[in-house]
Nanobody, 126 residues
Framework: QVQLVESGGGLVQAGGSLRLSCAAS????????VGWFRQAPGKEREFVAA????????EYAHSLKGRFTISRDNAKNTVYLQMNSLLPEDTAVYYC???????????????????WGQGTQVTVSS
């Protein structure tokens, strides 16, 4: 079993930066690819970024690439999402997720993930 807890959300002005963290428990976490998703009010949850178990391969939502960076520290069982040049439309609840199978490439689809955190709110003011 893997449990995920996000932190680092908050209120930031447009143009600012935030770093989200996702702390994981579970012996297999370092062998699982991970992803970040977000859900804005009134919208469906959408893919943000994903990272392979080794940290060697990434996937990003096309509209976010260049502003957001996903990384991980397997020694700390933690995944990060660095968000720069934030826009009001980045306002959402951000969720981290871990793959349902070991040693896979990073995935964009929600159904590929078996473990989810509770989410952290990010609000970007204009």
């Amino acid at each position: 079993q893997v449990q995920l807890v996000e932190s680092g959300g908050g209120l930031v002005q447009a143009g600012g930066s935030l770093r989200l963290s996702c702390a994981a428990s579970g012996r297999t976490f370092s062998q699982l690819s991970v992803g970040w998703f977000r859900q804005a009010p009134g919208k469906e949850r959408e893919f943000v970024a994903a990272l392979s178990w080794s940290g060697g391969s990434t996937e990003y939502a096309h509209s976010l690439k260049g502003r957001f960076t996903i990384s991980r520290d397997n020694a700390k069982n933690t995944v990060y999402l660095q968000m720069n040049s934030l826009l009001p439309e980045d306002t959402a609840v951000y969720y981290c997720a871990a793959d349902r199978y070991l040693f896979r490439s990073p995935k964009r689809e929600e159904y590929e993930y078996n473990y989810w955190g509770q989410g952290t709110q990010v609000t970007v003011s204009s």
